[in-house]
């Protein structure tokens, strides 16, 4: 056995591995032997890897690793999740802070509601992100602590997209078939919700479609109200959001590729946002004369 030295961003700790069998010249040494350390050896690293383990040089402190089989999910190296991690957190209280500006630039209930409901998608979005990348990152070994968090890191998009709209249904004057949008896209992210929780990872382009329709829908109710004021924005953001999912699929094929996705997220959030707030609540100039 060698002792192998790791090092991790937060520890340093010493591991007893074994290395690869040596061909070893002679008949004191024989087949049986030679199979038996090499199925110690794989069994050692598997086992040290399982428990977070990773030997400083190897492929999970590259830029990126192979692409993730059919089903599968991708396994990022150490580099990729701290990018993934810290692409979200720094929007956290950002998020938080727009949020409740847009609620003191409230003028009544509903505005106040609305401003709520948008504020906490937002900032669950970010937060649930954070959280999830994180528990990947430095607690893999607990399979499903895991696992839990990447059901809701997944379940929480579909309610971000539902608060995303619901400030253009909630305070724009809707038609009497359209205004069956406010709640039928709360109905879409419950239903896609349960698909999470009963097909999680199974199934990844019909859940891709699944995102996709629910972003597209209510659009289409959107356009059609009298007042179009912010209408491009809103296209804008979803355009950037539409790019963004070239690299939200190119994991193992682009390199920082999940944490690019987040940046398309953050600056496709952040256009809707000015938006909600430009056409939706008051102006600056009201905010500092309301103060």
């Known amino acids: 056995m060698d002792k192998l030295h790791c090092q991790f961003p937060s520890r340093t700790c010493c591991a007893m591995v074994f290395t690869e069998p040596q061909t070893v010249m002679g008949s004191s040494q024989t087949c049986s032997s030679l199979v038996l350390e090499a199925n110690l050896a794989l069994s050692m690293r598997d086992y040290l890897k399982s428990h977070g383990v990773r030997p400083k040089g190897?492929?999970?402190?590259?830029?990126?690793?192979?692409?993730?089989?059919?089903?599968?999910?991708?396994?990022?190296?150490?580099?990729?999740?701290?990018?993934?991690?810290?692409?979200?957190?720094?929007?956290?209280?950002?998020?938080i802070v727009g949020s409740a500006l847009l609620h003191r630039l409230s003028d009544d209930c509903w505005e106040k509601i609305t401003a709520w409901i948008y504020g906490m998608g937002l900032c669950a979005l970010f937060i649930v992100s954070t959280v999830f990348h994180i528990v990947s990152w430095k607690k893999s070994h607990l399979r499903t602590?895991?696992?839990?968090?990447?059901?809701?890191?997944?379940?929480?998009?579909?309610?971000?997209?539902?608060?995303?709209?619901?400030?253009?249904?909630?305070?724009?004057?809707?038609?009497?078939?359209?205004s069956h949008m406010r709640w039928f896209i709360w109905l879409m992210a419950a239903g896609g919700t349960i698909y999470v929780f009963l097909y999680h990872e199974k199934y990844k382009v019909v859940e891709l479609f699944f995102y996709l329709t629910m972003g597209f829908s209510p659009a289409l109710v959107v356009t059609s109200m009298n007042n179009t004021d912010g209408l491009h924005e809103l296209a804008c953001g979803g355009l950037i959001y539409c790019l963004g999912v070239v690299f939200f699929k190119s994991d193992g094929i682009i390199p920082f590729a999940h944490a690019i996705w987040h940046l398309f997220?953050?600056?496709?959030?952040?256009?809707?946002?000015?938006?909600?707030?430009?056409?939706?609540?008051?102006?600056?100039?009201?905010?500092?004369?309301?103060?």
Do not use: Q
């Open 58 to 95: 190897s492929v999970e402190y590259g830029f990126m690793n192979h692409r993730a089989p059919a089903n599968g999910r991708y396994k990022p190296t150490c580099y990729e999740h701290a990018a993934n991690c810290y692409t979200h957190a720094f929007l956290i209280v950002p998020a």
């Open 145 to 178: 602590v895991e696992h839990c968090f990447h059901m809701c890191d997944r379940m929480v998009i579909y309610f971000f997209i539902a608060a995303s709209y619901a400030p253009w249904l909630n305070l724009r004057e809707l038609g009497p078939l359209a």
């Open 265 to 291: 997220v953050a600056t496709a959030a952040a256009v809707h946002y000015y938006a909600i707030w430009k056409y939706l609540y008051r102006s600056p100039t009201d905010f500092m004369r309301h103060l």
